[in-house]
């Protein structure tokens, strides 16, 4: 989901600063609520894990370059349903970053646009997991029908945003490249909900994880 250099440039790109603060902004309401629940040490735990597995998916994971962007493996449903919405949030952000800084500065112009691509997404599957996740089901509990309506939010809010930066910054001649990584994006859609399911089932024989800060207290509660 990496928007290419050049997709969006000159005084088109101060939009992505914008939308960018707006998100942090948000990603900050959710952390102070999260400090509030559940203090700083369980914060900044699954914000460090999910920050780190960001950067995995961003830097080790396979990528390809397909159309206007790449087509990453990013676990974005995986990450909120382990750690819960604002470490989440903090680790797509960070791992973001540190991964630009570390490896691929020529995409450091395009963060703005990156980290909204990223976290919107991620708002609106915490938003659709209070409507179709009960209150009392814990998450290794959820069906595979749960977990593709949390993935398919999130993948497809990925999609969305790469097309927005797109015919915003090309015009009319972005819908070829703009319909090859919209395409090529529809595995990861497939992929995700078996990835979410699996690793729920492995968190589910780690009982002992309950009340830890390393997870958020929704995965067996």
Do not use: C
């Amino acid at each position: 989901m990496h928007i290419e250099p050049g997709i969006v440039a000159g005084a088109k790109i101060v939009l992505s600063y914008a939308t960018a603060a707006t998100a942090g902004l948000y990603s900050l309401k959710l952390a102070f609520q999260a400090l509030r629940d559940r203090g700083l040490t369980a914060l900044t735990a699954r914000a460090g894990l999910a920050t780190a597995a960001t950067f995995v998916f961003f830097q080790v994971l396979p990528t390809a370059p397909v159309g206007v962007s790449e087509v990453h493996l990013i676990l974005g449903s995986t990450l909120f349903l382990l750690f819960g919405a604002a470490p989440a949030a903090i680790g797509l952000a960070l791992g973001l970053l540190i991964q630009g800084l570390a490896f691929a500065p020529a995409d450091l112009p395009q963060y703005g646009m990156n980290v909204t691509t990223l976290l919107v997404p991620l708002f609106a599957v915490a938003a659709l997991a209070r409507r179709i996740i009960a209150p009392g089901t814990a998450y290794v509990d959820l069906s595979y029908a749960q977990a593709l309506a949390l993935s398919t939010a999130f993948q497809g809010g990925i999609v969305a945003w790469v097309t927005f930066w797109a015919f915003y910054g090309q015009g009319a001649e972005a819908w070829g490249g703009v319909a090859a990584f919209g395409a090529a994006y529809m595995l990861v859609i497939a992929l995700e909900p078996l990835v979410d399911l699996a690793v729920l089932a492995g968190a589910k024989s780690l009982r002992g994880l309950r009340g830890s800060d390393l997870v958020t207290p929704r995965l067996f509660a």
